[in-house]
């Protein structure tokens, strides 16, 4: 018989004491554990929290803060939403947007999005509150998300007769105050106006204009 057939036919191994038993058992019960506690936090990431379950549908927002010439941001189904409130002056500057140098000055243009029946208008807005602009900042090239270019005059990268409005720094493409895009841009379409309705003098909804105030 080889020594290690020896070696193994007579190795018997030790038994455990009771407290290394007890110690080992309480060992493993505390790793089950804490795996446990690591995988709960891991598992609840899967579940829809209540914003995105709230992600598609309407928003309301507080503008009861929002002055003329200050813009805000928020989110409704995963898009930045822009309410600017447009001075008396810049709704002047509108006015003077040369109406032939649009691509679509009457919104009635549908391949990007249609445009809401009360939005068709030079201010693209509800004409109860014309100076608030509601409008998806986001450029319809490519998703870019234009800069504000609010003031009126010769600047880099625009023309000598700019009346204000918005550049896209991603491939240059320009739009007047009200979103609405200049011809021969690499944009095709003025941006986005969401459905929306003012339930009071402070309150808009974003994404449902059926609802009653």
Avoid at 155 to 180: A, I, M, T, V
Wanted: aromatic letters at 6%.
């Amino acid at each position: 018989m080889s020594s290690d057939a020896a070696t193994a036919s007579t190795f018997t191994p030790a038994p455990l004491d009771s407290s290394k038993r007890t110690w080992l058992i309480a060992s493993g019960c505390a790793g089950c554990v804490g795996v446990v506690a690591l995988a709960t936090p891991f598992v609840r990431s899967f579940e829809p929290s209540e914003l995105a379950k709230a992600a598609g549908g309407p928003v309301e927002v507080d503008i009861s803060g929002l002055k003329p010439g200050e813009k805000m941001i928020v989110a409704w189904r995963g898009k930045p939403v822009w309410i600017l409130n447009r001075t008396p002056e810049m709704m002047d500057d509108l006015k003077k947007v040369d109406v032939n140098s649009l691509a679509d000055p009457d919104s009635k243009r549908t391949n990007y999005s249609a445009t809401p029946e009360y939005a068709c208008n030079t201010a693209r807005a509800r004409a109860d509150r014309a100076n608030l602009l509601v409008m998806v900042g986001i450029c319809t090239h490519l998703g870019c998300s234009p800069n504000d270019r609010f003031a009126a005059g010769p600047q880099p990268s625009l023309p000598d007769n700019w009346e204000g409005g918005f550049l896209c720094p991603c491939h240059g493409s320009k739009y007047d105050l009200s979103g609405r895009v200049f011809k021969n841009q690499p944009a095709p379409d003025n941006m986005q106006v969401p459905p929306h309705q003012y339930l009071s003098a402070t309150r808009l909804l974003i994404g449902d204009d059926t609802k009653k105030a």
